[in-house]
């Protein structure tokens, strides 16, 4: 990324716009290359540019870009967009991580051009992300890349072929996140109900939760593999695990919970 040129807005820096610029930061993109549009300097975006000195907006300027990054709120595509118009040639590339904002609504807005649909998700502060991308057909090879460059810098980068499976993704791993905190909330919860003090509790908790997933990426084992190790004939792990997995409990669950993420972004499509 540090030999490319293309100068970049980014629409929104909040939560996961400031998350991918640190990447992209961090990474080596060169600050002057970016100009982040965003109403006010929040939280996440003020050590940015503290740091890095990146150009802050409150209005798209009067440029132009070759790349714009869509990261405001999916309710708020409608009433930001139009400002871009000016911003954009005709084959500027549009990358949008919005949940539920499809391409074509993009288009509407901001005309025929190279599209790009990802999603990240919030592991991507500290470079742990991963990404679900589809491209439109107006993206060619070159620009597959540079989308692929800048969602990379905060990990892994999966292309989609099909643009509805671009929900599908929203539903494991860009909420997915949050089913892991609440897992290690109802571990810690459960901790305290089993006699131990909450504060240990809640340390056990996230450190078995870092700890799992941290042994799972480094590890060339299966999930299942990895789950069998813990599990002693007849022990205490196979005590719980009755548990969870009577009737299949936490598999149908977690299907029905990936099914409604995944139902809320089709949803938010046609909001
Ligand atoms: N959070 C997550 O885990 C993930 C989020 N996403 C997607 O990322 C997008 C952003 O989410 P997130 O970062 O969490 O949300 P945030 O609310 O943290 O960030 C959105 C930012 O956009 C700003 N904004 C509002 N209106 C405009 C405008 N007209 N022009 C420029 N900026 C504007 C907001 O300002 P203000 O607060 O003043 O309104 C805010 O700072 C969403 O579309 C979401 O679907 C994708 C993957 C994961
Ligand atoms: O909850 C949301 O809508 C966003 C999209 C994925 C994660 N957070």
Known sequence: MADAHERILLLGGGNMGAALLGGWLETGLEP????????????????????????H??????????IALLAVKPQMMGEALPALRAALEPESLVVSIAAGTSVAAIEAILGERPVVRAMPNTPALIGRGITGAFANARVEVAGRAVADGLLSA????????????????TGVSGSGPAYVFYLAECLAKAGEAAGLPADLAMRLARHTVAGAGELMIRSEDTPEKL???VTSPNGTTQAALDVLMAADGLALLMRRAVGAARDRAEALSKE
């Open 57 to 66: 907006e409150t209005n798209v300027p009067d440029e132009a870009f070759d």
């Open 227 to 229: 789950r069998r190790n």
């Open 32 to 55: 002057s290359r970016v100009v982040v549009v965003d109403p006010k300097v929040g939280d996440a975006l003020r050590p940015l540019i503290d740091r890095y000195g990146v150009r």
């Open 154 to 169: 905060s990990g892994p980068v999966e292309w989609v072929e099909s643009e509805a499976l671009i929900d599908a993704v």
